[in-house]
């Protein structure tokens, strides 16, 4: 069974400042999907960006950007120019690409509480 | 789109008795999922449906936890009796098909066994 470990309870950042959040995951598959999802207070989940494993670039949405170590299973999210919007719940998720139709479900870590400080 | 829509919200409940929480996916997804989020384990996927069909319950943690796709737009999660350590929120999810697809997730159901 995979696990995802994210080693941070909580994180603060000065707001416009960057911020990485670190995520590691085990697995003896070779490919797989990485998501970095945000839980603000609201509760909504949201995906913030994804990874597919067979790709060597690392992903990048607009101010957030994963740096992705496939050898080292690690999958760490950098957050720049942070915004007060920014304060969440992060949580680092994986799925296999085994199955297929791609329903199986994510593998969660337990998340990272990110305080922006105004 | 509206997005997954999940009900209630919130249900405050007496042990022992039964609860339905309630899921609508989003049109056109094949894949539903249903999680519970704790503080001690997280996020966990307790039972995920593929074109209406339970694929994977192995995470549903006892007997007294089912859940059903009566059709592509509805799905129910039932816990009969619930119990004080049921109080979780859970999660609906859908998503359409791929590898890659993302998947939405409805605002959940904050459950409280009292």
């Known amino acids: 069974a995979q696990t995802v470990t994210q080693s941070q309870p909580e994180m603060s950042v000065q707001e416009a400042e960057t911020v990485t959040l670190s995520c590691t995951y085990d697995?003896?598959?070779?490919?797989?999907?990485l998501f970095w999802y945000k839980q603000p207070p609201s509760r909504q989940m949201i995906l913030v960006i994804r990874q597919e494993a067979y790709k060597q670039q690392n992903a990048t949405e607009n101010r957030f950007s994963v740096n992705f170590q496939k050898a080292a299973k690690s999958f760490s999210l950098k957050i720049s120019d942070s915004q007060l919007g920014d304060a969440a719940m992060y949580f680092c998720a994986y799925r296999s690409a085994m199955a297929g139709g791609g329903a199986d479900g994510l593998t969660f870590g337990k998340g990272t509480h990110l305080i922006i400080q105004p | 789109d509206a997005g997954v829509i999940q009900s209630p919200r919130h249900e405050v409940t007496e042990m022992g008795q039964e609860v339905t929480l309630r899921c609508k996916p989003i049109s056109g997804h094949n894949s539903l999922f249903w999680y519970r989020q704790t503080m001690m384990r997280g996020l966990e996927l307790l039972i995920y449906f593929n074109n209406n069909v339970p694929i994977d319950d192995s995470g549903m943690p006892e007997d007294r936890f089912s859940a059903k796709m009566p059709n592509a737009s509805f799905s129910t999660l039932k816990i009969q009796p619930s119990e004080p350590r049921d109080s979780a929120v859970y999660f609906c999810?859908?998503?359409?098909?791929?590898?890659?697809?993302?998947?939405?997730f409805g605002q959940g159901t904050r459950l409280t066994v009292v």
């Open positions: 999810a859908s998503s359409y098909g791929g590898l890659n697809t993302e998947a939405f």
């Open positions: 697995t003896s598959e070779s490919d797989y999907y």
